[in-house]
């Protein structure tokens, strides 16, 4: 199958210290073969600025990975509506990017219902300012996590909270690397048919999220790449992945995990 292969921002964060060397990045990920990327960088407080160099790059931007955090799970309806305005003021410096899909994480991972409606309520205040700004609003189905969280919410039930919006408001992101931990991620690709508007692709052992280079877990990858190309989804191949503690990577590396995923998955 012939499809775009391209980057979130995560594989080159840790060696960015600023604009300059994050330009130089997307210039060395292209070099490499890469064809547009996820905009990822959440944890610098001048990260919308440093992401605007994006606009610098001839690739274009597939997605933009949001920053909804747990405050949208609060009782407090003026903390849930601080949680929504914070995200959507985030999200609000990359519209020039609309209609891309933004990312957003499902937070509701405990055992008290009520949480639940708590959560929903966020994500529709959030939810109404994206679709006025033009994007595209996913889901992502949530990473197996018992050492943090109550309890684990499946791909059906995140299939069900995305549907339950009405159709054609809400999709998903489905990610390779939480769906292995505590599902079959090839099944799970039915369950999420035609519902998927963006992936993250990376590798684990099965155990814990890894976001290992392609290859370096247990995953199978080129299976579960086609069963959630054969149930619908067409974008790209989006890898999400972390290179290795010490490793500084450069165009070499770029290009050595570009032909690794192209190799998995036939190109």
């Known amino acids: 199958m012939k499809h775009d292969i391209t980057l ?27 064809a547009g990327f996820e905009l990822a960088i959440t944890k610098r407080e001048d990260a919308p600025v440093l992401l605007s160099a994006a606009c610098k790059t001839a690739a274009p931007v597939v997605a933009v990975h949001g920053v909804l955090d747990a405050r949208s799970c609060s009782p407090d309806a003026a903390v849930r509506r601080e949680a929504a305005e914070a995200a ?60 943090y969280d109550e309890r684990f919410p499946n791909v059906a039930e995140i299939v069900e909270f995305v549907r339950s919006f009405g159709e054609n408001r809400m999709f998903m992101t489905f990610d390779v690397n939480h769906a292995n931990l505590h599902e079959d991620p090839v ?63 450069d165009t070499a590396a770029y290009a050595e995990v570009y032909r690794t995923i192209s190799g998995i998955i036939g190109e």
């Open 8 to 34: 979130s921002t995560c594989a080159f964060t840790a060696n960015t210290a600023d604009e300059a060397a994050l330009i130089r990045h997307f210039e060395m990920a292209m070099e490499a073969g890469f």
């Open 187 to 249: 099944a799970v690709c039915r369950t999420s048919a035609g519902l998927v508007k963006h992936i993250h692709v990376s590798d684990n052992h099965g155990h814990r999220e890894e976001h290992l280079l392609p290859g370096a877990g247990t995953i199978d990858l080129r299976s579960v790449i086609f069963a959630l190309y054969a149930n619908g989804y067409n974008g790209p191949c989006n890898l999400e992945v972390i290179f290795p503690r010490g490793v500084q990577a």
């Open 88 to 147: 959507f003021s985030y999200l609000e410096v990359f519209a020039g990017y609309a209609p891309c899909p933004i990312v957003e994480h499902y937070f509701h991972r405990f055992n008290d219902p009520e949480i639940g409606k708590y959560f929903r309520d966020s994500v529709e205040m959030l939810l109404e300012k994206t679709e006025k700004a033009g994007f595209v609003f996913c889901m992502e189905n949530a990473p197996y996590k018992p050492e």
